[in-house]
T-cell receptor, first 115, second 113 residues
């Protein structure tokens, strides 16, 4: 069974520092990996989608890498801002599922950026 | 990306009652999904809402407890039936685009007393 782990569970950094969030998964048979942001009590905002054939994706200050063979992804957020404070979730779509919408989520990393 | 609207955004309900959550998408989508996020937990897929046919439920979820409707390609409802405090969760509607990216609504936060 696919398991997704995110380390650390919580992270606090001063404004301006770069953020590094880690995600690992146990089964490399995935279609893609997606990073989300969740604000307290709210829904999820999609940040980046990496297909299994890709090594990285970039959007503005965000960069995500994928090493499928080692079961790892890293989300980098450059020059963090207080508005980046949120919980960040990674999720994989396993090849073992026949559901087009079934993602296996990690527990998330709660980020606080202090002014 | 699709814009997904959910109603209600939050509600407080009494044990034994039922609540229907609506999901409206600003464009036609083939695939719509319903997820649940219990307090302090990550997300779990409840079911896939299929247009013109019955929903497909994941293991541990049944139609009698979570009936779903999908009358057209832009709208779906999820009903949480005969609620108990254990049903207190955020319920999220999701759609998938043709690249495989999933987009989520703002969620409906349900508290059952």
């Amino acid at each position: 069974k696919q398991e997704v782990t995110q380390i650390p569970a919580a992270l606090s950094v001063p404004e301006g520092e770069n953020l590094v969030l880690n995600c690992s998964f146990t089964d490399s048979a995935i279609y893609n990996l997606q990073w989300f942001r969740q604000d307290p009590g709210k829904g999820l905002t999609s940040l980046l989608l990496i297909q299994s054939s890709q090594r990285e994706q970039t959007s503005g200050r965000l960069n995500a890498s994928l090493d499928k063979s080692s079961g790892r992804s890293t989300l980098y957020i450059a020059a963090s801002q207080p508005g980046d404070s949120a919980t960040y979730l990674c999720a994989v779509r396993p090849m073992t599922t026949d559901s087009w919408g079934k993602l296996q989520f990690g527990a998330g990393t709660q980020v606080v950026v202090t002014p | 990306s699709a814009v997904i609207s959910q109603k209600p955004s939050r509600d407080i309900c009494q044990r034994g009652t039922s609540l229907t959550i609506q999901c409206q998408v600003d464009s036609q989508v083939t695939m719509m999904f319903w997820y649940r996020q219990q307090p302090g937990q990550s997300l779990t897929l409840i079911a896939t809402a299929n247009q013109g046919s019955e929903a497909t439920y994941e293991s541990g979820f049944v139609i009698d407890k979570f009936p779903i409707s999908r009358p057209n390609l832009t709208f779906s409802t999820l009903t949480v039936s005969n609620m108990s405090p254990e049903d207190s969760s955020i319920y999220l509607c999701s759609v998938r685009d043709n690249t495989g990216e999933l987009f989520f609504g703002e969620g409906s936060r349900l508290t059952v007393l």
